[in-house]
Nanobody, 123 residues
């Protein structure tokens, strides 16, 4: 239903910041709740954050609260994940996903997802 492309990842030092972007194509982008997930090598994919279609509400995993902020610009069909005070534990491939049918914390409940962008945090 929607195609997603993540960008903005890279190699940073602990304490630095990054802003990830997720560019979407789709007629009804503004109606889609959006989620962010991440996956480290050898580990299961985990929920990071989610935002409603209007951008009025957002939700975060415990490790992300106070450090990460998700927002969206529906006019540009783009969702953002601002990551501050990065830690080595944040190293992972970060994915965006669109249109959950059930639990916005569950990867399998989303209808579309991107291919990910690598974030590496050096200690």
């Amino acid at each position: 239903q929607v195609q997603l492309v993540e960008s903005g990842g890279g190699l940073v030092q602990a304490g630095d910041s990054l802003r990830l972007s997720c560019a979407a194509s789709g007629r009804t982008f503004s109606s889609y709740p959006m989620g962010w997930f991440r996956q480290a090598p050898g580990k299961e994919r985990e929920f990071v954050a989610a935002i409603t279609g209007s951008g009025s509400m957002s939700y975060y995993a415990d490790f992300a609260k106070g450090r990460f902020t998700t927002s969206r610009d529906n006019a540009k069909n783009t969702v953002f994940l601002q990551m501050n005070s990065l830690k080595s534990e944040d190293t992972a491939v970060y994915y965006c996903a669109a249109d959950p049918e059930g639990d916005w914390r569950e990867w399998a409940d989303y209808g579309s997802w991107g291919q990910g962008t690598q974030v590496t945090v050096a200690s």
